[in-house]
């Protein structure tokens, strides 16, 4: 049987999804849209005064190297964490109607995404105010924010489809993000660490690349390595690929598991 | 009869269910076991049979939740849905833009979700609760709701289950005067339950189901006959 929703629909559906879900969410508190600016922001603070007060050792700089990594990260943790559960939470609404189960895991991502865009404009508004001029080089940040998007929604969708499967993978896509927090370099960096041989290994991760181009760019007005950037953003786009195409192929058995 | 033309075919189909019974272990369950039948276009064809007879798995079936593990379904037409939206309200959204949302993920365009606004609320008799969040509704009220979405929404192929409730009585009557419209129209219903009466009323043709597997298919006097006596008997 094919789908009743066509491919224009289907992402009709998946935008005004997004809005009323950001409306939803945001009616469910008192402060509404404020927190998603306040939380990054309190991150930002905590820093402030660990590394800033109390550690006073530390420069300026340290403070900012943190900012570009913890808030990248802190969009990637939060999508696959959302992400990997989100089949699972979609069972009521599956056994009524025939929907593409894609739609569970790209409606988080979504909107992940839109509360990133503001989250990330603070960032870059507060580093402003530290001293780190914009330049244009800062329009690089779009497209290796793009490359972690993929990134992003091809793990997102690989563990939203198998978690229903084996719902206890949820553990360990809570061990997974831990795990990229430190193979990302954000407490430390990684260009003054490693030995060369691993430096190598350790960019293939592209979260630890974004965020070394994210600091490169705004912290030294550096352009990233495009020919790098390219060739994550295809082995991302292909990850994709897979990762839509096991969800697809398990559509129909997602609403059986429910039964189990 | 004149020539039918098919909506629906199901040939020998058949489903299991597997439950997890500890590590690694699972029970099969066979929900439906060689069920053949056909769904003509303008019919009502019921659906008769006692609790747990496969009914439910039958409807997710037809709506295309579920693929059949053997033999085959095949359908003709673009818009098979459930009489009534149970659960999938966001509650914290207001019934309008549920409405829209459900309808959107019934398969239609934004633009004739919000066409079909006015008639929702209408129907619905919801009024300036409309504009309220779900999470204050009653749940005749959400039922209302749920059933005022996918009324109003047209589908080619509308299945409808008795044992679903659509809120008080006062709505239950409308909603069951909406029904028999539809069903006297040139609407295809499939028509799903457990009282021979109701079947015997408003279908003309019947599939009696037994323990996951099709007992007879026939014209829907003699068949609920035949199934009333049966059940008295057993």
Known sequence: ?260 | MPVQETCIRLENVGVTFKSRKGFFRYSKHRALNNVSFEVYRGETLGVIGRNGCGKSTLLKLLSGILKPDEGSIKSYVKHVSLQSLQTGFDSQLSGRNNAILMAMLLGHSKDAAYKALPQILNFSELGNSFEEPVKTYSSGMRARLGFSVSMLMRADVLLVDETLGVGDKSFRIKAEAVISERISSEQTVVFVSHSGEQVKRVCQRAVWLDQGEVIKVGMAEDLVDEYEQYSLGA
């Open chain 1, 1 to 260: 049987m094919q789908h009743k929703l066509n491919n224009l629909r289907f992402w009709q559906l998946v935008k005004v999804k997004i809005q009323m879900n950001l409306k939803s969410e945001a009616s469910k508190h008192q402060l509404n849209y404020i927190w998603w600016l306040l939380e990054p922001a309190l991150f930002i603070a905590i820093y402030y005064v660990i590394f800033g007060v109390f550690l006073n050792a530390r420069s300026e700089n340290f403070i900012a190297f943190l900012i570009c990594g913890k808030i990248p990260f802190l969009w990637f943790s939060r999508s696959v964490t959302n992400a990997s559960s989100s089949i699972m939470t979609g069972t009521g609404l599956m056994n009524q109607i025939d929907i593409p189960k894609l739609f569970f895991p790209l409606v988080v991502i979504g909107q992940d995404l839109v509360k990133t865009f503001f989250v990330f404009m603070l960032m870059l508004s507060i580093l402003w105010t530290m001293g780190y001029q914009p330049s244009l080089a800062w329009f690089a940040i779009i497209p290796v924010a793009l490359m972690q998007l993929l990134f992003i929604s091809s793990l997102a969708i690989i563990f939203a489809s198998f978690v229903p499967f084996l719902p206890d993978l949820r553990f360990i896509v809570q061990t997974f993000t831990m795990l990229m927090m430190f193979a990302s370099g954000i407490f430390y960096n990684p260009s003054q660490f490693l030995i060369p041989e691993h430096k190598v290994l350790f960019f293939f991760n592209p979260l630890a690349a974004a965020i070394d181009m994210y600091r490169d760019i705004i912290m030294e007005g550096l352009l990233p390595n495009w020919n790098q950037l390219t060739i994550l953003a295809i082995g991302c786009g292909l990850a994709l690929i897979v990762a839509i195409f096991l969800i697809r192929k398990f559509d129909h058995n997602y609403p059986r598991l429910v039964l189990q």
